[in-house]
Structures are given as structure tokens and as C-alpha cells.
């Protein structure tokens, strides 16, 4: 009989906060340091849920918000004095960061880096003003190395935030496709006719197996690690920016002329709506699917409600292909729950919804393309290699040199050795958060990125 996965998960995550979290040595967070998490859109929501959920008096926890109509302002501690992010949205010009703020990170990137720049700084701040390093009172007065103490993060990049010094923690897994609203395009496309699409070989959506129209290439902002993980693991490269007469140069800008955010199917202008081609995560999807009554979720639809859809990706330039390896489960990296009637990742969790396979015949998780060994950092294979495309961990990246790594550690990460002590997230504990927020969490494990059996997994920059 088949069983709802969504209640499993809920009976699954009371399991683990009753019986695990007596077993298992967890991290003591006693300091009174404030901990702040900026940086990707895509795990802001999921994150923002965890760290409510970790917040106490003694570590009182921020997540700064990418888009925001007001200011938000974080209170200081012993490394930070009090400090206010400046709103990105609504009528412009935007405000002037009041130092020593800076402007809202907006991605993995921004994210990573603020952290690496408050780590590093010299700067101190008494009263909201700036002592410096010869004044009288520089000693005494509040630095700001504390300002961002964890950063979010859905792509992994060497070296950032800093060589020797980085540590990836990742905690959920994530697919990257391609979406369009376009009723033009077709339902599927492989790796070959993506990349053709955006070196500009194929420039009509008949080209690909659907309709006569052309195709508009969109990419998110430079920070974003939705962008960086699409070219590199998607897309197998960094650059395309080739253009021609009938292939317009890819749109980095939205209707409004802003830069054009990921995830972001209604800022995609009406008259680009069938023509329009971008990256997309399916977590985010999924969540937005399933708050599709919910408008300020719900970032898939345009102004005149059309749905941006996330497409499958066909495993044919992989060689990949015919009955005997389930090349049709393959398709999507978003399936819809009839059972629960939500969206969900198409990961090995359908085997307790329906053990026998959408067949009927198949008994084990080969069919399902969201798993971790299909990601390029679990299973230490290349983009080109890897049994299906695109999936991909999302992270807490921390910074060892931070004030506040270690209580920033004992909140989102986990101490990578036999026996080491896990935080609540890397416990186990927020499988059913992180599920209803689109994304698949992880399974316990043995490897060198998790020495310690924990829920998450170790990377290091």
C-alpha cells in the first residue's frame, strides 16, 4: 500500500528529535554572540526557517533577506556593533549603506564574500562611528569582523572565502534545469541542445523539437550560484556570450531593469514570455508550486499569469538512453506527490511512496536522478559523468578565522571526525523543514566529507 511521504517525514523527523538527539553529542552553544546568515535566494527561505527555529536569548540568529522593501537591521555584539542591511526594493534610488554595513548581499557569491571582507577587516565602529586604528579608543571599541557569520550558499567555489579557511557545509540537495513559459518550447531538451541554445547554434524553439518561435538566453546576476552551478555543471562551461542576428545577447536585466534575479519567473517582461529560456532550481520551483495561492511565494508567474515551467532534461547526450536504466523517470527533476498533491524532487524518497516504481516492476532508487551520487561533489565525478545532470548540494559556508565559527558551527555544521558532534541541522533534525521548502534532505553517511555520520556533509574551500 502506498504511504504519504510528506507524513513520513514528519514521523521520521519526531523519531530523530526524541531518540537520536540522546545518542549523539551535540555541540554546546553557550556564548552570547549574535549569528547572521546572508547570500543566496535560493536557501534564504529554508534558512530562514531553520534559524528561527535555532534562535535563543544567549545566540539570537539574522537572515538577511536578498529582496526586501524595508531596511533590516541586525543587534550588535562583542564583534559587531548594531547594523542595518539597506532594503533592495521599492521606488529608488536605493538608500546608502550607513557604515559599517554594505549593500545587502545579494547571492552566494555577495554572501561568501561579505563574509571573507568582515573577517578580515580592521575596521571598529564606537557609537555608530568609525575609530581608527592610531585614534584613542580604537582598543576598546567594537570591530566588525562578526557582521556575517554564516553565508548561504547553493554552489561550491574553490578558494572562497578564503583558501584553507572556507568550510562548505552542505545540508539539502538541490536539481538545476532549465524553465520557460513559453508554450512554444518543448518539454524536454538534452545537454547538447541547451548548450547549443545558448552558444547561439540553435536560436528557434523548432529547432529543439518544438514550436516556430525564436528564443530569448536569460542568465541571473553574477552573483548568483544558481547562474555559476548552470554554466559550469549544466552547461559545461563558463562563457556564452555569443550573439548574431538572429541570436539577441543574453538578458542579465528583468522588466523592470534591474538585474534579473534567479528563480524569477514573473520578471521575465510580457513580450519575452515565449521566447524566454533561463535557469531555474527545482527546490524553488516546487516550493512556488506549492504555494501557488500565495503571490509573494509564488515567483513563477507573470503579470499576465502565465507560468514560468521548470523542463527535464533529456540523458540522451549521455549515452544514456532505452528501457533497462529508466531513461523516462529521468525526465524532470520535479515530480508531483498525487498523494499528498504536492510538488516535490523527483529523489529516491518516491521509493516509500511507491516501492514498486512508476512501472510497476522497478525496486530501487536507479530511477530517480535527484540522489547524491548524481552530484558532482558526493560522487567526485565531472558534470559530463555523473548518471543525471544538474543536481547539486546547497550549503552553509563558514569561515574558520570568523569570531563566531565555532558557534556558528554548532548551529549549522559539524565537527568532522569519528564520533564529532553534530548541530541540530546536521542531526537530522529539520528533515521536515527542509522537505516542505522544496529540497530533499540528506542521509546519513561514511566518507571523508563526513567522518562523523552526520546529516550534512564537509567541504573545504
Known amino acids: 500500500m502506498k504511504s ?3 507524513k513520513r517525514s514528519l514521523i521520521v523527523g519526531a523519531v530523530v528529535v526524541t531518540s537520536v538527539a540522546a545518542t549523539i553529542p551535540m555541540i554546546n552553544a553557550a556564548s552570547a554572540d549574535v549569528i547572521t546568515a546572508a547570500g543566496s535566494d535560493t536557501t534564504e527561505n529554508v534558512m530562514g526557517s531553520i534559524l528561527s527555529q535555532l534562535n535563543t536569548d544567549a545566540n539570537p540568529t539574522y537572515n538577511v533577506p536578498v529582496y526586501n522593501a524595508n531596511n ?14 539597506p532594503r533592495t526594493l521599492g521606488a529608488t534610488p536605493l538608500p546608502t549603506p550607513t557604515p559599517p554595513a554594505i549593500a545587502t548581499p545579494n547571492g552566494s557569491g555577495a554572501g ?11 575596521k571598529r565602529y564606537s557609537g555608530g562611528v568609525e575609530v581608527l586604528k592610531d585614534a584613542p579608543g580604537y582598543d576598546t571599541a567594537t570591530p566588525v569582523t562578526g557582521c556575517v557569520d554564516i553565508a548561504r550558499s547553493s554552489s561550491f567555489s574553490s578558494g ?5 579557511k572556507g568550510q562548505y557545509f552542505a545540508f539539502a540537495l538541490d536539481a538545476v534545469s532549465w524553465a520557460s513559459p513559453s508554450s512554444k518550447a518543448p518539454a524536454t531538451l538534452t545537454i547538447e541542445q541547451l548548450q547549443k541554445i545558448y552558444n547561439c547554434t540553435y536560436t528557434n524553439w523548432n529547432q ?4 516556430d518561435g525564436p528564443i530569448q538566453r536569460y542568465l541571473p546576476q553574477s552573483s548568483s550560484g544558481t547562474r555559476a552551478y548552470f554554466l559550469s555543471d549544466v552547461l559545461g562551461g563558463s562563457s556564452f556570450s555569443q550573439t548574431s542576428a538572429d541570436c539577441p545577447a543574453v538578458k542579465v536585466v528583468d522588466k523592470n531593469g534591474d538585474p534579473f534575479e534567479e528563480n524569477r ?8 514570455l515565449e521566447k524566454a529560456i533561463l535557469p531555474y532550481s527545482a527546490g524553488q520551483w516546487a516550493y512556488q508550486a506549492n504555494n501557488s495561492a500565495n ?6 508567474k507573470s503579470s499576465t499569469a502565465v507560468v514560468t515551467m521548470i523542463k527535464g532534461i533529456n540523458r540522451s547526450a549521455f549515452g544514456k538512453t532505452g528501457s533497462g536504466d529508466n531513461s523516462l523517470w529521468n525526465a524532470s527533476a520535479v515530480a508531483y506527490n498525487s498523494i499528498d498533491a504536492r510538488y516535490q524532487l523527483n529523489d529516491a524518497g518516491w521509493q516509500t511512496v511507491d516501492p514498486a516504481g512508476p512501472n510497476g516492476t522497478n525496486t530501487n532508487t536507479s530511477g530517480y536522478p535527484v540522489i547524491a551520487a548524481n552530484t558532482t561533489k558526493e560522487s567526485s565525478k565531472s558534470w559530463d559523468t555523473v548518471d543525471f545532470p544538474g543536481v547539486r548540494l546547497v550549503y552553509n559556508v563558514l569561515h574558520t578565522d570568523s569570531p563566531s565559527y565555532s558557534i556558528a558551527r554548532s548551529l549549522v555544521g559539524f565537527n568532522n571526525i569519528d564520533g564529532g558532534a553534530k548541530s541540530r541541522l546536521c542531526n537530522g533534525e529539520f528533515k521536515t523543514t527542509i522537505s516542505a521548502f522544496g529540497f530533499s534532505p540528506l542521509t546519513t553517511a561514511t566518507s571523508s566529507s563526513n567522518l562523523a555520520g552526520s ?4 567541504y573545504l574551500a
Open 4 to 6: 504519504s511521504l510528506l
Open 72 to 85: 533590516f537591521s541586525v543587534q550588535g555584539d562583542s564583534y559587531c556593533p548594531d547594523i542595518t542591511f
Open 112 to 122: 561568501r564574500n561579505a563574509l571573507r571582507d568582515y573577517v578580515a577587516s580592521i
Open 160 to 164: 572562497s572565502p578564503a583558501a584553507t
Open 208 to 211: 529543439v523539437g518544438g514550436q
Open 265 to 272: 519567473g514573473d520578471k521575465i517582461p510580457d513580450a519575452d
Open 295 to 300: 503571490p509573494s511565494i509564488d515567483q513563477r
Open 455 to 458: 546529516t550534512c556533509r564537509r
